[in-house]
């Protein structure tokens, strides 16, 4: 007898900072959202796909929730509570924690409205001690009428297997919806200008990250019998101080965050890269509409 072959939408929620890009990178094998101990890394839906013998998952990882201060920080909430009315699975994710502040209690809220499953995951078990995820776990079961609790570690990769194979159950047969070389439908642009993003937030201090866009001024092939790609990148910033942290003594800040991310940007693209980065000083782009709309973020359909 033929298997069945199974689809279907899962969107991946939380507060910042719970390991929803990076968990969505572990499952899919690639790295296609960047990650970074500062919270709110996501700032677009990043639509990704799974495939195995058993069916096909897109998942849309999303920004965390949270309280927004400008209008970057609207469009990142909305992207995140739009996903609800689409999909088919809910991933909550959650950390390993006795207490439920503010932040979740308004998700579970959120959650009370979706008319899809909900499985809470809870994230980074490798941080506790065995007995103490138990205790965790009974935190948050009466929360919500939650499908199915999975307890994972998106990092060391402990039961993301189990993860995917209890979606696969809730799942209905479906179709195939994206042919099976396809990992996501972000533009190689925009993946691009993330990996830049990433290095940013990583090496600069807490006080910038969250003021600094990456737009990508050019990207193109170089003739010749060797794959090389000439990409030029502007980091966009709110503040002149900002700009002089950004380029660092003698350029070392800028130089490093190219040369770093000239790696990531190596190996997704498979080919040599010469990475020219410059530094814009743009004041308040995050509450401008015509600006966010310039650098990728764009209202949902």
């Not at 069945?4 to 094998?29: D, E, Y």
């Not at 207490?99 to 499985?119: N, R, T, Y």
Request: hydrophobic share 40%.
């Amino acid at each position: 007898m033929e298997k069945s072959f199974k689809s279907g939408f899962v969107t991946i929620i939380g507060r910042p900072n719970v390991g929803k890009s990076t968990l969505m990178n572990k499952m899919i094998g690639q790295k296609i959202a960047i990650t970074s101990s500062k919270p709110q890394t996501t700032r677009n839906r990043i639509q990704t796909v799974y495939h195995d013998e058993r069916g096909q998952i897109i998942f849309l990882d999303t920004p965390g929730i949270h309280k927004a201060k400008n209008k970057l920080g609207e469009y990142m909430v909305n992207a995140a509570e739009s996903t609800f009315k689409e999909v088919d699975l809910v991933l909550w994710l959650v950390e390993p924690t006795t207490f439920i502040g503010k932040g979740e209690s308004h998700i579970a809220e959120i959650l009370q409205k979706s008319q899809a499953p909900v499985i809470l995951v809870m994230n980074k078990i490798d941080t506790v001690k065995k007995a103490e995820i138990l205790e965790c776990i009974a935190t948050y079961k009466d929360i919500l009428d939650f499908a199915e609790i999975v307890p994972v570690s998106a990092v060391t990769g402990e039961s993301v297997d189990e993860l995917v194979t209890v979606m696969f159950d809730y799942l209905d047969e479906g179709p195939q919806y994206y042919d099976e070389d396809t990992i996501t439908d972000q533009p190689e642009r925009q993946i691009v200008a993330e990996l830049i993003r990433e290095k940013a937030l990583r090496l600069l201090s807490d006080e910038i990250p969250h003021g600094i866009a990456v737009s990508i001024d050019q990207m193109k092939d170089r003739p010749g019998k060797r794959a090389l790609v000439d990409i030029d990148a502007t980091i966009v910033c709110e503040r002149d101080s900002h700009k002089g942290i950004i380029i660092g003594k003698q350029g070392g800040m800028l130089k490093k965050i190219g040369t770093n991310a000239r790696e990531d940007i190596e190996d997704f693209l498979q080919a040599k890269v010469n990475l020219k980065l410059w530094v814009k000083v743009k004041k308040d782009w995050r509450d401008s509409d015509f600006l966010l709309k310039n650098f990728g973020f764009k209202e949902n359909q």
